[in-house]
C-alpha cells in the first residue's frame, strides 16, 4: 500500500470516527430538544387549560350561572375530559390531557397506576411543581407523562369542602370528593406524549443534520484527498522516479520545483546523487585501476605458477632420485653384507683347499720317487677326508647365503608380489644388516608365528623393516649404548599387524607429526636425508594399503604400529 493511500485511510478513518462522535451527540441534543420542546408544548397546554379551568370555575361562581344537570357538563371536571376525547379528530399524534384524581367524581377522570405513582410523588414532595417521566402502556407502548399537581385552593371548597355547603346539583349527583381542606392534593393535570412522536421528530431533525454533516465530511475527505495528491503524492511520485533513474544508472538525474518540507528533501536528494555520480566516478576509476593490477599481478602469477611447477617438476625428479638412492643404499649395504658374510665360509674353504694342495703336491711327489709309504697314503687319506668336511659346510653355507641375498636384492628391484613367510623372511632381513648391527651392541628380537603368511610385495616389507631398524641405529642411540629392538608380528581377520619398538631417546612431541614429511630429519648435517620414515609411510598408505602410526615418551623409546591386508 502506497504512502499516499496509507494517509487517506488514515485521515478517513479519523474523519469518520469524528463524524461518528459529532453525530452521536447530535442525536442526544436533538433528542433532548425535542423531549425539551415537547415539555414546553406540555407546559403551553396545560396553562392553557388550567386557565381555561380558573375561568370557567370563577364563571360559575360569579356569574349566579345555576349549577344543573344541564349546565353541569360546564365544569372543567366535566369539560376537560370530553375536549380530550374529541382531540384525536383534531390531531393524529396520540397526545392526550385529562385531570386525574384518586378520588374522581367522574370515572372517566380515574388516575390509572402511573398517575397514582404520580399523585404519590407530589405528596411526599410538595414543593415539587413538575414530573416528566417515560413509561409504558401495557400494551407496550412507550410514552412521556408530563404531570402537574393540582392542590385545592379557596374557592374549590365551594364544590368540594362539606357536602352541605355544595351546590345541591353537585350534593344531588355525587357522593365523594368531600371534606378537602386548603392546599390538599385534589389530583393532577396528566398530559400524556407518545414516544414515537418524540422519535420521530427527534429522526426527521437529525436526519437533516446528518446529511448537512455527511456533505460536509465528504467534502472535506474530497479536500483532503485532493490536496495530499497534490502536496504529498504528486511530489513523493516525482521523487521516486528520480530514484529510479538514479537506480537505473543516471546519476545526472536532478528534481527541482518543490516548495516547504519536499523542497528540503528534493534539495538532500540532488546532493546525495551529485555524491553518488562523484562517488560512481572514482569507483569507474578505481575499478579500472584494479583491473590493471589484476593483469599485471595475473601475468607475474602465471609466470611465478610457471616457475613453480618446473621446481614442482625438479622437486619431484629431485625426490625420485633420493629415493633411488636410498634404494641404491641399501642395496649397497646388502652387498656390502653379502661380501661380509660369504667372506668367512669362503675364507675357511679356500684356506682348506690351500693346505688339500700342499698336501697333494706332497703326496705326489712321493708317489713319483716311489718312496709313498702305506702309513703316507692314509695319512693323505684323512687329511682329504678333513679338509672335505671343512670345505663342502663352507661353500654350503656360502651358497645359501647367496641364494637368501639374491632372493632379497631381486625383491628389492622387483615390483611384483608373492606369497612369502614373514617370520623366514624377517631373519633373511636380519641377515643382511648383521655386518651393521655387529658394530653395535644392540640386539634385535623377533617376535612371529611361523605360520604367519603374506602375499604382497617383499621389497616394500624388506625395505620397511631396514628402514626402520637403521633409523633407530642412526637416531634412537649414543655411542657404547646398548639398545634393544623388538620386531612383533601378529594377523588377525585378514590383516597384518606389526609393531616395531625401540627403547632409545625417542621422538621430541614436536616433532612427532612432522616425522613422516619428506626430508624431515635431525641429523642433516650427518648424513641423514630426511626421506627413510617418509618412504615407509608411502609404501604402507599407497603401495601396501594400509596404516601406521608413531608413538614416542622421550627417554622411553619409540614404537611404530602399521596394518597390511595378507592378500594385497
Not at 522516479?241 to 527541482?256: F, T, W
Not at 631398524?469 to 657404547?480: G, K, Q, R, W
Request: glycine share 6%; hydrophobic share 40%.
Amino acid at each position: 500500500m502506497s504512502l499516499q493511500a496509507k494517509l487517506l485511510l488514515a485521515i478517513g478513518i479519523i474523519l469518520l470516527l469524528v463524524f461518528t462522535c459529532i453525530e452521536f451527540l447530535a442525536y442526544q441534543t436533538t433528542r433532548k430538544n425535542t423531549e425539551q420542546d415537547l415539555w414546553d408544548q406540555a407546559e403551553k397546554v396545560r396553562n392553557v387549560l388550567m386557565s381555561m379551568r380558573r375561568i370557567y370555575h370563577h364563571q360559575f361562581l360569579e356569574s349566579g350561572i345555576k349549577l344543573t344537570d344541564k349546565t353541569l357538563g360546564f365544569l372543567p371536571a366535566h369539560a376537560m375530559n370530553r375536549i380530550s376525547q374529541d382531540l384525536p379528530n383534531w390531531d393524529k399524534s396520540g397526545f392526550s390531557f385529562n385531570n386525574v384524581s384518586d378520588q374522581p367524581r367522574n370515572l372517566n377522570q380515574k388516575a390509572d397506576e402511573v398517575e397514582l405513582e404520580v399523585m404519590e410523588y407530589f405528596r411526599q414532595n410538595p414543593k415539587e411543581k413538575t414530573l416528566f417521566k417515560p413509561f409504558q402502556k401495557p400494551n407496550g407502548e412507550q410514552y412521556y407523562l408530563y404531570a402537574r399537581p393540582i392542590w385545592v385552593e379557596k374557592y374549590c371548597l365551594k364544590c368540594h369542602g362539606k357536602k352541605v355547603d355544595a351546590p345541591r346539583a353537585i350534593q344531588a349527583t355525587y357522593d365523594t370528593a368531600y371534606n378537602y381542606q386548603v392546599g390538599d392534593l385534589r389530583g393532577v393535570l396528566s398530559i400524556k406524549l407518545p414516544a414515537s412522536t418524540v422519535a420521530q421528530r427527534t429522526w426527521a431533525s437529525f436526519q437533516h443534520s446528518l446529511v448537512i454533516h455527511l456533505m460536509g465530511f465528504i467534502a472535506i475527505f474530497i479536500l483532503v484527498t485532493l490536496l495530499i495528491r497534490r502536496h504529498v503524492g504528486n511530489p513523493l511520485a516525482d521523487l521516486a522516479s528520480g530514484m529510479r533513474a538514479v537506480a537505473d544508472g543516471n546519476y545526472g538525474q536532478r528534481v527541482e520545483g518543490f516548495k516547504g518540507e519536499f523542497a528540503i528533501l528534493s534539495q538532500a536528494f540532488n546532493e546525495m546523487t551529485a555524491q553518488v555520480s562523484e562517488h560512481q566516478k572514482a569507483l569507474r576509476d578505481l575499478n579500472n585501476q584494479l583491473e590493471q593490477r589484476v593483469k599485471r599481478r595475473t601475468a607475474q602469477l602465471e609466470a611465478a605458477n610457471g616457475e613453480l611447477r618446473e621446481a614442482l617438476d625438479t622437486l619431484q625428479h629431485t625426490q625420485k632420485q633420493l629415493v633411488e638412492s636410498e634404494k641404491m643404499v641399501a642395496l649397497g649395504g646388502l652387498v656390502a653384507g653379502i661380501a661380509h658374510e660369504i667372506n668367512t665360509p669362503i675364507g675357511v674353504g679356500v684356506t682348506a683347499a690351500s693346505a688339500l694342495d700342499e698336501r697333494v703336491k706332497s703326496f705326489t711327489q712321493l708317489f713319483e720317487n716311489s718312496q709313498l709309504k702305506k702309513s703316507d697314503l692314509k695319512k693323505f687319506i684323512g687329511t682329504v677326508a678333513e679338509t672335505s668336511n671343512i670345505i663342502l659346510p663352507n661353500l654350503q653355507r656360502a651358497a645359501d647365503l647367496i641364494r637368501s641375498f639374491k632372493q632379497i636384492a631381486v625383491d628389492q628391484t622387483s615390483e611384483q608380489p608373492r606369497q612369502f613367510n614373514v617370520c623366514t623372511y624377517l631373519n633373511e632381513i636380519l641377515l643382511s644388516l648383521k655386518p651393521a648391527l655387529k658394530k653395535t651392541k644392540h640386539t634385535v628380537e623377533i617376535k612371529c608365528s611361523q605360520q604367519v603368511e603374506l602375499y604382497s610385495y617383499p621389497g616394500h616389507f624388506a625395505q620397511i623393516i631396514t628402514n626402520l631398524l637403521t633409523n633407530s641405529l642412526t637416531h634412537a642411540y649414543d655411542e657404547e649404548q646398548t639398545g634393544l629392538m623388538v620386531l612383533e608380528v601378529s594377523s588377525q581377520q585378514g590383516w597384518l599387524h606389526f609393531h616395531y619398538s625401540d627403547d632409545g631417546k625417542g621422538i621430541p612431541e614436536a616433532d612427532l607429526p612432522k616425522i613422516f614429511e619428506p626430508f624431515f630429519t635431525t641429523t642433516r648435517g650427518q648424513g641423514g636425508s630426511g626421506l627413510g620414515l617418509s618412504m615407509i609411510y608411502n609404501i604402507i598408505t599407497q603401495n601396501m594399503g594400509g596404516q601406521i602410526h608413531c608413538e614416542s615418551t622421550l627417554g622411553k623409546g619409540t614404537s611404530f604400529y602399521f596394518n597390511i591386508p595378507l592378500n594385497f
